[in-house]
């Protein structure tokens, strides 16, 4: 994995770190933060509500407290407030197209553009073979991922909970 890396722009200050059980609230706030930013009118309101962020600070509280085996977690902190996450580790599909899998990055819309996404993404997942899923509907999220060499394959999966929302599958 790339080395933890550390930015600094004019308008912005952050740095990638291995996240702390303090850091699990965090994240959680991002989590939902970002769904609302992003899929806001596209996934049930239910993942969207404070009651979703509560399930989220669990969730994230269980998840650092006792990772799955050879996964890797960075934050994305300025001034210790976390602005982004990612998370990669083993494909969790049976039979995958890659090893390895971009599971879960998210960053606040106001931190778009930033550098903070590719950050993430590059002590996560840096240029080693990776698959991910991504809304099928989601141009921008796909561009981020087709610049980092990933290319849709053919696969998707309708998702039942979130409306109905179709996801593709990109690999590199």
Excluded: C, K
């Excluded at 933890?4 to 609230?25: G, M």
Aim: net charge negative.
């Amino acid at each position: 994995m790339p080395p933890d890396v550390s930015h600094a722009s004019e308008s912005a200050r952050y740095e990638i770190a291995v996240p702390t059980l303090d850091h699990a609230e965090g994240i959680a706030t991002v989590h939902v933060t970002a769904w609302q930013e992003a899929y806001g009118d596209r996934v049930p309101a239910r993942l969207l509500d404070e009651a979703a962020r509560a399930r989220r600070v669990e969730h994230w509280t269980r998840t650092l407290t006792d990772p799955e085996p050879d996964t890797v977690i960075r934050v994305a902190l300025s001034g210790g407030a976390v602005v982004g996450f990612a998370l990669a580790g083993p494909s969790r599909e049976e039979t995958p197209a890659r090893d390895w899998e971009l599971q879960v990055i998210y960053v606040l819309a106001a931190w778009y553009g930033s550098g903070v996404a590719q950050d993430l993404f590059d002590a996560v997942v840096g240029g080693r073979p990776a698959e991910l899923w991504v809304f099928r509907d989601n141009p921008r999220a796909q561009g981020f991922y087709r610049r980092n060499g990933f290319r849709p394959d053919g696969a998707e999966q309708v998702l039942e909970r979130l409306n109905g929302a179709v996801e593709i599958r990109m690999v590199r």
